[in-house]
Nanobody, 121 residues
Framework: QVQLVESGGGLVPPGGSLRLSCTAT????????MGWYRQAPGPERELVAQ????????MFGDPAKGRFTISRDRAKNTIYLQMDSLKPGDTAVYYC??????????????WGQGTQVTVSS
């Protein structure tokens, strides 16, 4: 089972920035995309941003558009989420996600343990 190691969460004031990183601890055959989801108390987990590992094509959830950027280092199996202009509503646990296609074309997902992001003055 591949492990996803997250880092970069913490406490930041409104308007501040944070950079999250996530590394897959081993090369994953069939790794198609990696990304970030977040979950605040109560609401369902929602997509923040995702990027394809080969082409580097990004996709953003509504909360991230215009404020966050996502990038990847394919050789290191690592993605980065740069979060700017943070708002209190961005407070959540952020989870790294990896989407993998198997040799039989089945899809699987791996999740990190989550990193807390708190936006507060």
């Amino acid at each position: 089972q591949v492990q996803l190691v997250e880092s970069g969460g913490g406490l930041v004031p409104p308007g501040g920035s944070l950079r999250l990183s996530c590394t897959a601890t081993e090369t994953i055959d069939g790794l198609v995309a990696m990304g970030w989801y977040r979950q605040a108390p109560g609401p369902e987990r929602e997509l923040v941003a995702q990027i394809t590992m080969d082409g580097g094509t990004p996709m953003f959830g509504d909360p991230a558009k215009g404020r966050f950027t996502i990038s990847r280092d394919r050789a290191k199996n690592t993605i980065y989420l740069q979060m700017d202009s943070l708002k209190p509503g961005d407070t959540a646990v952020y989870y790294c996600n990896a989407k993998v296609v198997g040799p039989d074309s089945s899809w699987n997902e791996a999740w990190g343990q989550g990193t807390q992001v708190t936006v507060s003055s």
